[in-house]
């Protein structure tokens, strides 16, 4: 005797699930390729079947910036000194968001509400910051112009290799073509793509910028 086909197996929604897949939505189709339709499609659901999980498109990038602050550790600023840790905090934010370029655009200007896990990052952050010294008005300052770095270096690692490159109007700005050339020249001895560079020397000024800054306060 036949068994009776079933229904189909429905996908089983929660607001982590849909969150992933809108994580997944972003980086294949991009911030403008993110919609409510866009994602309730691909989840293979009707749009009206999300919000029995979230509460709409800024529930769901709430989701998707916790997903991405996951892979950023903050653990360092309970151990180290400040500036140490930042360094540390710094490498890591770049990672996560290098990770997910397209997700910098919707997350940046995007208020933190509803992030309960990425919160909870940066409250590691700037308890961290207010123990090395830091005036409370000047902690996020401090702590925003280092992340606005970050979410910059973090584009410039995914940007095309040759961004810079002059080709046939090089030999019209000969001293450009020329520091592009040893600029790659030195990525290439170090094994490393050129933003890292560009990364390092950014971020070692920028907390030496900051140690100077926070003397200057004693």
């Known amino acids: 005797m036949r068994r009776r086909v079933g229904r189909p197996v429905k996908p089983v929604l929660s607001r982590e699930a849909i969150a992933r897949a809108a994580l997944t939505l972003i980086d294949d189709a991009g911030a403008e390729g993110f919609s409510m339709a866009a994602l309730a499609e691909r989840l293979g659901v009707r749009p009206s079947s999300l919000y029995n999980h979230v509460s709409g498109k800024d529930d769901i990038l709430a989701a998707v910036r916790e997903i991405v602050s996951d892979a950023i550790d903050a653990s360092m600023f309970a151990e180290l000194p400040w500036d140490e840790a930042l360094v540390r905090w710094a490498h890591g934010y770049r990672d996560a968001f ?26 590691e952050v700037v308890a961290g910051l207010r123990r090395g010294g830091w005036p409370e008005a000047m902690v996020i300052p401090v702590m925003v112009a280092v992340e606005s770095f970050i979410l910059g270096s973090a584009l410039d690692l995914v940007a095309p290799p040759d961004m810079f490159d002059a080709g046939p109007l090089a030999a019209q700005v000969p001293v450009f073509a020329a520091t592009v050339r040893a600029r790659d020249d030195a990525a290439t001895s170090s094994g490393r793509p050129p933003a890292d560079l560009s990364f390092e020397v950014g971020l070692a000024a920028i907390v030496e910028g900051l140690r100077r800054t926070l003397a200057a306060m004693g």
């Open 98 to 123: 290098a990770a997910h370029p397209p997700a910098i655009s919707l997350l940046a200007t995007l208020p933190i509400t509803g992030a309960l896990r990425t919160l909870r990052m940066y409250e």
